[in-house]
């Protein structure tokens, strides 16, 4: 009874903490830090509850203790990172960032022109016909299950063309969806660069459904929304309304045209998929190490330390899904099981590694938002939305992939030369 009570206490005290920041973040910029905590808050608070009082089939695997442990580390979780979303953000306000910006148009336009045709280009000449997305509108009789097979084998598993291996993780899932922003603010706030910035839209758009995946192409969207949300002064919630319904729609079609699902079926596979399953792999690790495999270490940062360190890289998000899927993984239908960062802090060395994790990375966001709302350059501003989107998104999956992502490193270098050098080649100012 005491238990069950403590439970429903810091569930509803969590509940009205994140009830109070969204007041209090109502008239002010959204940052890395609060966006993070939104995302944790939606695929983690009512996950942890549900999966505590109700079984899943996904966790059967899984023992009631360590659902238990996974429910209490994540509401004093959310109680730890509201802290800093609630003192970070008292004296932030919007208007630092949406009207604190100058910037000159210059040879950066002719360069982000030659990406983006060469980028349709390399689409239809190389990638296109090897894609997933090419079997699905050629190849009515493929079925899901094959489908699915391309999906992993033409993202987490691709073994084809290096080039193209680097050119869609590099220019396709980065530099792409920076130039894209770069095009939407000059069109949303100056009105210019319309054609350039639908074509950009479409190139990208395209590219994203390369392999089928659902979330790149919903992206496209939510910038283009959170673009509106900074520099349109006009929008109103019914605007809000609208682009809501739009992502809800791009996520219906793809769960019936690509996953095969029925109209009315997909809507509970979408709510699952985000309300519940993004958190299945945190209370799965607290089983699987190290009872049925040792701590991970060092091998799980990244797949190319490993390689300068001569040790095997290991995937934490795989093995986690052989252990809760281990037939899908078998029939390559299955690949990579998506989980909270602290989960892969505690697949490294357990419960000290993923409390280090955990203190460490509301820390490095704080840095992050006061360094970018702070520049005047639009090209790291265009480069910030994209950490905007990317960055929550990589929190219910990785902590080494947002500190050790070369996409997103290399693509601020580039926006940062570029920023350098348009100081001083200077033409056309904006105010």
């Known amino acids: 009874m005491i238990s069950l009570c403590l439970d429903y206490l810091l569930w509803s005290l969590n509940l009205i903490i994140f009830l109070i920041v969204i007041f209090v973040n109502r008239q002010k910029s959204l940052t890395i830090l609060n966006l993070g905590y939104y995302l944790i808050f939606i695929t983690s608070w009512f996950a942890s509850h549900y999966m505590l009082h109700n079984y899943d089939w996904w966790l059967r695997n899984v023992s009631a203790s360590s659902i238990r442990k996974a429910f209490y ?3 004093f979780y959310l109680l730890y990172y509201s802290i800093f979303v609630i003192y970070f953000s008292k004296n932030r306000h919007k208007d630092e960032f949406v009207w604190n910006c100058s910037y000159a148009l210059g040879f950066e336009i002719k360069f982000f022109k030659v990406v983006v045709v060469l980028s349709a280009v390399i689409l239809i000449v190389f990638s296109f016909k090897n894609s997933a997305l090419y079997d699905l509108i050629f190849h009515a009789n493929v079925s899901k299950d094959q489908l699915a097979r391309l999906r992993i084998e033409g993202s987490a598993e691709y073994k084809g063309s290096v080039l ?3 050119f869609n993780n590099l220019i396709t899932k980065y530099l792409l969806y920076s130039i894209y922003v770069f095009f939407a603010i000059l069109y949303v706030k100056f009105g210019l660069f319309k054609k350039w910035f639908f074509f950009t839209a479409a190139v990208v758009g395209i590219c994203s459904l390369i392999d089928l995946s659902k979330f790149p ?3 496209i969207v939510i910038l283009y929304m959170l673009i509106k949300i900074y520099y349109d002064t006009t929008i109103r919630f019914k605007n809000i309304l609208k ?4 992502i809800l729609s791009i996520f219906v079609i793809l769960y019936v045209v690509v996953m095969g699902s029925h109209f009315i079926d997909s809507f509970s596979k979408i709510g699952h ?3 519940l399953s993004q958190y299945d792999g945190f209370p799965a690790s607290f089983d699987y190490y190290p009872k049925h495999h040792k701590f991970l270490g060092l091998t799980s940062i990244s797949n190319k330390i490993s390689e300068i360190l001569g040790i095997d890289f290991n995937s934490h998000t795989r093995l986690v899904m052989e252990f809760l899927n281990p037939s899908g993984v078998k029939k390559g239908t299955a690949g990579y099981m998506s989980s909270l960062f602290l989960a892969e802090g505690y697949a490294m060395y357990g419960i000290n590694s993923m409390v280090i994790v955990g203190m460490i990375l509301p820390i490095l966001l ?3 938002d006061s360094f970018f709302l702070r520049t005047k350059s639009l090209l790291l501003k265009s480069f910030y939305f994209l950490l905007l989107i990317k960055v929550p998104f990589l929190m219910v999956n990785s902590f080494w992939l947002i ?4 996409g997103l490193i290399l693509t601020f270098l580039i926006f940062s030369i570029l920023s350098l050098l348009n100081r001083y080649k200077r033409n056309l100012y904006f105010v």
């Open 73 to 75: 580390l994540v509401q």
């Open 164 to 166: 193209l291996l680097y």
């Open 217 to 219: 192409i919903v992206s």
């Open 243 to 246: 682009y809501t319904f739009a």
């Open 273 to 275: 998929r985000i309300f």
């Open 366 to 368: 704080v840095v992050s």
């Open 403 to 406: 500190i050790l992502n070369y």
